[in-house]
């Protein structure tokens, strides 16, 4: 069975960090490229980062470059999320996903093949 689960949200204040994991089960991730979203509430999903399967190439929102960092360890078939100086607006449930193609973009939603059920972020003094 195909599955991808997200952990390390929570409560945070601002400035603060935190690292997300997304750790893929019943597939091999570095097969996949993986993506990071987020969705606050009334709002849209939007495209955090991405990270391509072979390459390792990266790519980011605009407005998250240099804070959010992407990364992988196909060792442990698990993507990481570092989230660096987070502000309010950051308070989102964030999702991974995974892409059986390349891109060399931040893919849509309807790009993705798999999705993680989504882990809390909270930033709140």
């Known amino acids: 069975q195909v599955q991808l689960v997200e952990s390390g949200g929570g409560l945070v204040q601002p400035g603060d960090s935190l690292r997300l994991s997304c750790a893929a089960s019943?597939?091999?991730?570095?097969?996949?490229?993986i993506g990071w979203f987020r969705q606050a509430p009334g709002k849209e999903r939007e495209g955090v980062s991405y990270?391509?399967?072979?390459?390792?190439?990266?790519y980011y929102a605009d407005s998250l470059k240099g804070r959010f960092t992407i990364s992988r360890d196909n060792a442990k078939n698990t993507v990481y999320l570092q989230m660096n100086s987070l502000k309010p607006e950051d308070t989102a449930v964030y999702y991974c996903?995974?892409?059986?193609?390349?891109?060399?973009?931040?893919?849509?939603?309807?790009?993705?093949?798999?999705w993680g059920q989504g882990t809390q972020v909270t930033v709140s003094s």
């Open positions: 996903a995974a892409d059986s193609g390349t891109h060399y973009y931040l893919p849509t939603p309807g790009e993705y093949a798999y």
């Open positions: 019943g597939f091999t991730l570095d097969d996949y490229s």
């Open positions: 990270i391509t399967s072979s390459e390792g190439t990266t």
